[in-house]
T-cell receptor, first 109, second 114 residues
């Protein structure tokens, strides 16, 4: 199964952009790159996903490398409510879904 | 409101006493999945279901059973729970094609097996 690698933790200042990296060198051609986040005492929450092109939604942007072996989740202006564990996962149509350890984002006021 | 519900939210039980954790979604999703979350181990997939009567093993299926008799429900069954199944469990569902569908997660069930 394709795996993802993320830094254990990152820090950001409030109202500054945050770039969360993810490596997925064994990604297959049909895998989508998904990002979820988990706030304390809650279930994971969908953030964004994409296949090849960069994606934007109201929560974040997803930048996907041309070779698709890495991606970056961009939070344009971090707020204290963005402090969470962020997971980058690959999803194929076979149904398996493997979460890595995620990145714990700390946002400082 | 679109949601995934799980019951119970908290459960303390004893070794060997069969239990079922229910999961229900109201979004008419084909795909449903169960995960467990343990400190330092992240989220690990137990079982998943691509549609009614179609289930498959995830990464950690040992000691668990599932069934998918109806589209909306995907119960997780522990026939003989053991202390190493003490964990936080999440159910999730998604629509459209599996790869291109966002997963919606339930609120979690905290299980303690003594």
């Amino acid at each position: 199964d394709a795996k993802t690698t993320q830094p254990n933790s990152m820090e950001s200042n409030e109202e500054e952009p945050v770039h969360l990296p993810c490596n997925h060198s064994t990604i297959s051609g049909t895998d989508y790159i998904h990002w979820y986040r988990q706030l304390p005492s809650q279930g994971p929450e969908y953030v964004i996903h994409g296949l090849t092109s960069n994606v934007n939604n109201r929560m974040a942007s997803l930048a996907i490398a041309e070779d698709r072996k890495s991606s970056t989740l961009i939070l344009h202006r971090a707020t204290l409510r963005d402090a969470a564990v962020y997971y980058c996962i690959l999803r194929g149509n076979a149904g398996k879904s493997t979460f890595g350890d995620g990145t714990t984002l700390t946002v400082k006021p | 409101e679109a949601q995934v519900t799980q019951n119970p939210r908290y459960l303390i039980t004893v070794t060997g006493k069969k239990l079922t954790v229910t999961c229900s979604q109201n979004m008419n999703h084909e795909y449903m999945s169960w995960y467990r979350q343990d400190p330092g181990l992240g989220l690990r997939q137990i079982y998943y279901s691509m549609n009614v009567e179609v289930t498959d093993k995830g990464d950690v299926p040992e000691g668990y059973k599932v069934s998918r008799k109806e589209k909306r429900n995907f119960p997780l069954i522990l026939e003989s729970p053991s202390p190493n199944q003490t964990s936080l469990y999440f159910c999730a569902s998604s629509s459209r094609t599996v790869a291109n569908g966002e997963q919606y997660f339930g609120p979690g069930t905290r299980l303690t097996v003594t």
